[in-house]
């Protein structure tokens, strides 16, 4: 431990050099930029950027790479809160409680939060990866495909309360959302499915396109429908309001926990933002006292989702350092980024580079500090995007969505579907077929069937493998109970309430 | 350039000449000779075929995988050696395992300004999914370099060869799991040919990267894998995987991996399979375009840079180009076809 | 609104339809030994869409048989906005591939702020070409993701 702190000091002082500092603060703008357009997300951005790097020194450009990587993260939720539309695929749980309190006129307050929650995920992700690095990979080793498919399914178990009026509907719009998922190349037999022999499916439908199309778009008709306009909703921020903020944080203490726990755990394993984003979302909601307040705008719903994210963001960079495994998109190109410097991430990279990975670990520290400063620096012009003319920022809201649609998979075709879906969205809102369910099992679904056949491949067909202890079984304990939690103390409420009215009457 | 020079001359020789207008028919052939002549020697003395536009760079393959990071990596060697005038611009386009990319390319029929870098994706896409494409839909520019694939299995385990695992892997056919990138890819076709040489049978399990792969070998997860060198080496300093041998007829040649035995060496088969890293252009483009690009990839792989890299991923310098590169594309496809056949991995 | 609820629920069905023979094709059986086959959960998912509109169907018809069609789908005088919104977002895109995307966008800007907003030319020029040029600094020339620039092509490189 003593010795990790001398390490990280030595890192920190590393990352604090006037040049690294400087290459520091361009890549968080950069990230910020990168995450607030939609399509364009951290994965874009670093990958793009990594030609530039290779001019630079190994430590200054992985400096470089990772605060692009944190800009986007802080960055990714500014466009759910303010437009429901969310740039990257962790900031869709963003959207259910930001963008209502947003526009009830609180924008600042709703980005205060969510960025604040965002520094708080990122503390404990470093905390993690500074000092727990090596028992933590040894643990992220341990889960397999079963184990992988019970956290799936917890994810969904946790959203289970979040279906509309209609079962039927509801039923109907997750299906919808897995048929979308399963859409082209079966990553399991290589059989291509649902695709028809189009060229065009064979690459499935984007989760981003499809988000931005079902959320931005489908908001968009129904906001001139109603002859609202999303304008004049944007107050001025003070630096009272983000005290403020930083304290409403603190009194939403237990949502802030969850979300960084749940975070910080979920991004061990590849793919984890965005469940974890979902799940904190969902048990937040279950935890809640006051329920009926998620979705139209509640604190400790912008609260935990947004801390998963980014600390699921943060902690995707351990098993990357430690296993070579990169833990998101993002990562993957950071790594890949790391082999052109001839660093190959690994378990020896902690022995033969430790400079580096010490400089790496200081910069996450500056740059997720510095990140939150940005944010908040920029946070009132970003809420007073608001106030501008419908007329103006409607075409130009299309204009980015269509460009974050293209630039997503350099395709035409995605622009087209972007539309298709943003009618879809607009159909279903209004004709009660639930939106979030739908999404969480678009983005979700190739994951867990995959997970779920490669575990029944390695098992030889016994179901009894996704069970198996010690991870998977109380995974999938914990979900089944989670699942049935709603009826469950349904009861329970209903026996106590027999029991009191015989008890002393 | 020229165009200017051409014009140029038209005009002033027109003024000169329009006086006399009974010549004017003949005069004005033969201006139109001289320019065209003129023409022609600037395009002997300037430079050969340079792009005139950015060059449209594709991976048929996701951000973060082997041809990815080397198209990222050869990129910016052009630029810093400026080895064109415009930039080479990267650009995923992976749908149905670079199906799109391909297609992509096939459709730009002699355009010069696109390029693409494949690996054994290239033969396997379309025979596993029935995409209407094949490489001779492309123009051959070069084979950069091979990869090496290893049969790796958990530090843990007692085998010591291949043929002390091979003999586990008899006694319960199809328990055994081999992970790999892929389904009908060059992992599971590498499995295929282990079955077919060594008599056992695996239950090949695929995953999404090979990365990923490596560690679900450290985990226990699976029972070997036939990782590329780069994407174990790290597990392996570290102690949780082990070799057993190299798929190929010589030892690779870099220092950290001369220990690593053959197959042929451990087993007496002598068995080879190697991945290809090569460049294509797009169909009905001129040699001349050909040769700029063949030019530019020969001097990538002669940098220090490149050296190093090789080195690094464990990769094997291959350089070849021209008909060479074709037999060789003839024989592998062969090879690639046969396997996939006897595995039942065709469409 | 109750019409257009069993409309919907009509599409879907069809969808669910056409993904069922997909699913079908590609064998739906759980084999013993490697679990379920790539049309497994395409098959149950599709099965789960044509039984959930079926319902759907069926109780909006009853619905709308008992209680009359109801409010329409579209609330009254909302229709015209919703069309300004997408009949210009729609052109702009299909005019992607001509003009590519950074011109049509300009178009669209201009239009939509002009018809829409009935805000004076100059400010309308002025977002129209500032928003374009700016994107396409970062996209084309920064980050180096080429947008589609249609039949211009390489006219559409800026002299910088």
């Known amino acids: 431990m003593a010795e990790n702190m001398h390490n990280l000091w030595l890192g920190i002082s590393v990352a604090m050099q006037p040049y690294n500092f400087l290459v520091a603060m361009i890549g968080l703008v950069l990230g910020v930029i990168v995450g607030v357009l939609p399509g364009l997300g951290g994965a874009n951005g670093v990958a793009i950027l990594i030609p530039l790097t290779v001019a630079m020194p190994p430590i200054a450009g992985i400096i470089l790479l990772a605060s692009i990587y944190w800009g986007s993260l802080y960055g990714g939720s500014i466009t759910s809160i303010l437009f429901n539309i969310p740039g990257e695929p962790w900031s869709v749980a963003a959207t259910f409680d930001g963008y209502p309190m947003a526009n009830k006129g609180e924008p600042g307050r709703a980005l205060v939060l969510a960025f604040v929650s965002h520094f708080f995920g990122a503390v404990l992700g470093v905390i993690m990866l500074s000092f727990f690095a090596p028992i933590i990979s040894e643990f992220a080793l341990r889960f397999g495909p079963a184990e992988i498919f019970a956290v799936m399914m917890l994810t969904f178990s946790a959203f289970v309360g979040l279906g509309g009026k209609d079962a039927v509907k509801t039923c109907v719009s997750i299906f919808l959302g897995f048929l979308l998922a399963s859409v082209g190349m079966d990553t399991v037999t290589g059989a291509l499915r649902l695709t028809y022999g189009s060229i065009n499916l064979m690459g499935g439908f984007n989760f981003i396109v499809a988000v931005i199309g079902l959320f931005g778009l489908g908001e968009i008709f129904l906001t001139v429908e109603e002859g609202l306009k999303i304008e004049g909703k944007g107050g001025k921020i003070h630096l009272k309001d983000i005290t403020s903020g930083v304290l409403e944080v603190f009194k939403e203490y237990k949502a802030l926990i969850l979300g960084m726990l749940v975070g910080c755990w979920m991004g061990l394993k590849p793919g984890g933002a965005t469940p974890a984003s979902f799940m904190a979302y969902g048990f937040a909601k279950q935890g809640s006292k006051n329920k009926e307040m998620f979705g139209k705008g509640a604190p400790d719903g912008i609260v935990a989702p947004e801390a998963a994210a980014h600390g699921a963001g943060t902690s995707a960079a351990l098993p990357m350092i430690t296993l070579g495994i990169p833990g998101s998109p993002t990562m993957a190109v950071i790594m890949g980024g790391l082999m052109i410097f001839g660093l190959v991430p690994g378990p020896m990279l902690f022995k033969e580079h430790a400079d580096f990975v010490w400089g790496f670990i200081g910069s996450c520290w500056i740059g997720n500090t510095l990140g939150l400063i940005v944010v908040l620096a920029f946070a009132p012009i970003f809420a007073s995007i608001l106030q501008v003319r419908f007329a103006i920022i409607m075409p130009i809201i299309v204009y980015v969505c269509a460009i974050g649609a293209y630039a997503v998979n350099n395709r035409l075709i995605d622009i087209y579907y972007m539309i298709i879906f943003g009618v879809f969205g607009y159909l279903f809102k209004k004709l009660d077929y639930p939106l979030a369910p739908c999404v969480l099992a678009l983005v979700l679904g190739d994951m867990a069937e995959s997970a779920l056949r490669q575990a029944l491949l390695i098992s030889g067909g016994s179901p009894l493998v996704l069970f198996a202890p010690p991870i998977a079984l109380p995974l999938m304990i914990a979900a089944i109970i989670i699942f049935f939690w709603p009826s469950i103390s349904e009861f329970l409420a209903k026996r106590k309430a027999q029991k009191s009215s015989v008890g002393p009457g | ?347 | 609104m109750r019409k257009a609820n069993i409309w919907l629920a009509v599409f879907l069905f069809v969808l669910g339809a056409i993904c069922l023979f997909d699913a079908v094709r590609l064998g739906f059986r759980w084999d013993p030994t490697i679990g379920p086959g790539p049309g497994y959960l395409p098959f149950y998912l599709a099965l789960g869409v044509i039984i959930g509109t079926t319902l759907t169907i069926f109780k909006g018809i009853k619905k709308l048989k008992a209680e009359g069609p109801g409010k329409p789908l579209i609330q009254e005088g909302g229709l015209k906005p919703i069309l300004w919104v997408l009949i210009p977002s729609t052109v702009m895109v299909s005019l992607i591939p001509i003009l590519g995307l950074h011109v049509s966008a300009f178009v669209f800007i201009v239009f939509y702020m002009r018809e829409v907003g009935k805000i004076e030319w100059v400010k309308c020029f002025m977002v129209g070409i500032l928003f374009p040029v700016s994107l396409y600094i970062i996209f084309d020339r920064l980050f180096l993701i080429p947008l589609p620039s249609g039949w211009l092509g390489s006219l559409y490189t800026l002299p910088f």
């Open chain 2, 1 to 347: 350039m020229y165009v200017t020079v051409e014009v140029g001359n038209k005009k002033s020789h027109m003024g000169v000449y329009s006086m006399s207008k009974r010549f004017t028919g003949l005069k004005i052939l033969m201006v139109l000779a001289c320019s065209l002549a003129l023409v022609i020697t600037s395009i002997g003395t300037a430079k050969a075929w340079e792009p005139k536009m950015p060059v449209e760079f594709i991976i048929p393959a996701g951000a973060g995988g082997g041809a990815d990071v080397m198209a990222r990596f050869i990129a910016p060697i052009i630029s810093k050696h400026k080895l064109s005038p415009k930039p080479f611009v990267v650009i995923n386009k992976s749908a149905g395992a670079g199906a799109e990319g391909f297609m992509y390319v096939k459709g730009q029929k002699g355009n010069p300004h696109v390029i693409i870098i494949t690996l054994d994706n290239l033969f396997t896409t379309p025979l596993a999914t029935g995409v209407p494409f094949n490489w001779r839909d492309m123009t051959p520019v070069a084979r950069l370099a091979l990869d090496y694939f290893i049969l790796w299995v958990n530090a843990e385990t007692p085998y010591k060869t291949p043929n002390d695992y091979f003999a586990e892997v008899k006694k319960t056919p199809g328990k055994f799991t081999m992970g790999g990138t892929g389904a009908k890819q060059e992992d599971q076709i590498i499995t295929v040919l282990l079955e077919q040489q060594f008599g056992v049978k695996f239950n090949y399990v695929p995953f999404k990267g090979g990365g990923a792969v490596a560690v679900e070998l450290v985990g226990k997860h699976v029972d070997s894998t036939v990782n590329n060198p780069a994407e174990a080496v790290s597990h392996w300093k570290a102690g949780r995987l082990k070799p057993l041998a190299l798929l190929d007829h010589e030892r690779m040649p870099f220092a950290g991996w001369k220990d690593v035995p053959t197959m042929k060496e451990a087993t007496g088969k002598d068995i080879s399979y190697l991945m290809l890293r090569g460049i294509f252009m797009a169909p009905g483009v001129k040699q001349e375009e050909i040769d700029f690009y063949v030019n530019v990839m020969k001097k990538v792989t002669e940098t220090p840079e490149w050296k190093k890299y090789t080195e690094d991923m464990g990769l094997k310098p291959a350089f070849i180009t021209g008909a060479e590169y074709v037999t060789w594309l003839e024989a592998k496809e062969k090879e690639t076809k046969e396997l996939m056949a006897s595995g039942k991995l065709l469409k």
